[in-house]
C-alpha cells in the first residue's frame, strides 16, 4: 500500500462529499429529523432517523411514486378517467369529497393528492393499480417497492397514512422517497409546489396546500405534511438555492405553527451554515503513481469529475489529504482505470475517500524494460533473502 501525502489543503479550496456532518448540529424540536443535501449526499442532520413512526399523509408520497411509475410504463394515463368506489368515498379527514358516481381523470387525483391531500384520492389510484384490485392489496405492493428501493423501514396497511396499526416508515426512508421523486420524475415534480387546486369547486373549503414554506422566497418546493393525533404535525420539504437543494423530514411537532417555524428554521440553517466546495477538478492529477514493467514509469492519478465537499461556510481550518493506492501498479493500464483514493479527513468530520483513476494508457514496456524489471526482481531477492519470495 502507498500512500502519497498532498499538501494541506485549506478549507477555502475544498468541494467534496462526506456522510455526515457532526459540527454545528440543528437543535430541532422534533421528534424525530433527517436532513440531507441532495447533490453532496451529505446528512447535515440524523434524529432518530431510523426510528418506524406513523407518517399519516406524508405516506401519500409512495402512492404517488408507483403511480409515476405507471404513468411512465404506460399502464396509466393523465387523461383516463377512473371510477370511485364506495369503499375509496367512505374516507373522512382530508378529501376531494369524490362519490361513486364521479369518473376523475388521473390527473386531477394527483393534483387531489398532492395539493388537497386527498385520502379519497388516494384509493381511487391504489384501486385502479392494484394486483388485487383492492387498497389492502396495493399496501402491500407499496411495502415491496419502497424496500427494492431502500426504505428499510416502511411498512404500509393503506394508501394514504389513515391510523393503522403497522403503517410505519422512518425520517430516512422519508428521506429517499423525496430524493427519488425529484430525480426519477422531475416532470411531475412541479406540482408539488402548487400552492392551489380548486377540484370542480365542490370543496371551497380544502382548496389550498398545507405546505407552509411555499411562497416564502426560501426556494421551497415540495413535498408534503402530515398530521394525525398519534404522528403530530410533520413534513417531507425541499429547497433549492444556487445549485444545492436540501431535502428534509420533520415529525412529531405539536402544531401547524411549530412545523412552519421549525421547517423554515431548518431551511435557513442548511444553507447559511454549509457550503459547497472543490477540492480537485475532473482530469486534473492530484498525484502520480509508480508503473511496473510499463513504458512510462509512472502514471497521473486524475478524478473523473469535480470532486466537492460540503462544510461548515465559516471553517478556515485546514484538511489533510492523502492519495492511497497498491503499488507499484502493472503495465498495461487503461485510460480511466481504477487505481487509488483521494483520502480526506477534515477536522471532526467523516473521513472520505474518493476514487481516482488513471488520466492516460500505459502500454506494457519493451524488451529492455523487462530485462531492466527482471533484474531490479533478482537483486532485491538476493538483498532479502529467499525468505522475501515466499
Not at 93 to 100: H, P
Not at 130 to 159: I, V, W
Not at 348 to 355: C, H, N, W
Request: proline share 5%.
Amino acid at each position: 500500500m502507498v500512500r502519497s501525502f498532498f499538501p494541506v489543503i485549506t478549507a477555502a479550496g475544498l468541494g467534496l462529499c462526506l456522510s455526515a456532518l457532526p459540527l454545528a448540529a440543528f437543535d430541532t424540536k422534533a421528534r424525530a429529523a433527517y436532513i440531507l443535501d441532495q447533490g453532496t449526499d451529505t446528512v447535515l442532520l440524523s434524529k432518530n432517523a431510523d426510528l418506524p413512526l406513523p407518517p399519516a399523509s406524508m405516506s401519500k408520497l409512495m402512492t404517488l411514486y408507483v403511480a409515476f411509475e405507471a404513468l411512465r410504463d404506460g399502464r396509466l394515463n393523465l387523461d383516463e378517467r377512473l371510477p370511485v368506489s364506495a369503499h375509496a368515498m367512505g374516507y373522512g379527514g382530508s378529501t376531494m369529497f369524490l362519490d361513486t358516481t364521479d369518473r376523475v381523470r388521473v390527473e386531477d387525483l394527483l393534483r387531489g393528492i398532492i395539493v388537497l391531500s386527498g385520502n379519497d384520492a388516494c384509493a381511487v389510484i391504489a384501486e385502479a393499480l392494484s394486483p388485487d384490485g383492492t387498497e389492502a392489496g396495493f399496501a402491500r405492493y407499496m411495502t415491496k417497492r419502497a424496500h427494492e428501493l431502500g426504505m428499510e423501514n416502511a411498512s404500509f396497511a393503506n394508501s394514504n397514512g389513515w391510523p393503522a396499526a403497522g403503517h410505519r416508515m422512518s425520517m430516512r426512508d422519508l428521506g429517499i422517497l423525496a430524493e427519488r421523486l425529484i430525480e426519477d420524475f422531475p416532470q411531475y415534480y412541479p406540482l408539488f409546489s402548487e400552492k392551489s387546486f380548486a377540484f370542480d369547486g365542490r370543496a371551497p373549503s380544502n382548496t389550498r396546500n398545507r405546505n407552509p414554506l411555499l411562497g416564502l422566497g426560501i426556494g421551497a418546493d415540495g413535498l408534503k405534511t402530515g398530521h394525525t393525533s398519534e404522528a403530530g404535525y410533520g413534513l417531507v420539504g425541499s429547497a433549492m438555492q444556487g445549485d444545492r437543494r436540501v431535502i428534509f423530514v420533520l415529525t412529531g411537532l405539536d402544531s401547524t405553527k411549530a412545523r412552519a417555524e421549525e421547517a423554515e428554521a431548518v431551511v435557513n440553517w442548511s444553507f447559511r451554515q454549509f457550503a459547497k466546495k472543490t477540492v480537485a477538478k475532473a482530469g486534473v492529477p492530484v498525484a502520480r503513481a509508480e508503473v511496473w514493467r510499463g513504458a512510462q514509469q509512472s502514471v497521473g492519478l486524475v478524478p473523473e469529475t469535480d470532486l466537492k465537499i460540503l462544510l461548515p461556510a465559516l471553517s478556515g481550518k485546514e484538511i489533510a489529504a492523502e492519495v492511497v493506492y497498491t503499488g507499484p501498479i502493472s503495465a498495461p493500464i487503461k485510460q480511466g482505470q481504477k487505481l487509488a483514493e483521494l483520502v480526506l479527513r477534515p477536522d471532526e468530520l467523516p473521513e472520505m475517500r474518493l476514487p481516482l483513476v488513471a488520466q492516460q494508457d500505459v502500454a506494457t514496456g519493451g524488451f529492455f524494460v523487462r530485462v531492466k524489471t527482471a533484474a531490479q526482481v533478482l537483486s532485491k531477492r538476493l538483498i532479502d533473502g529467499p525468505e522475501a519470495s515466499q
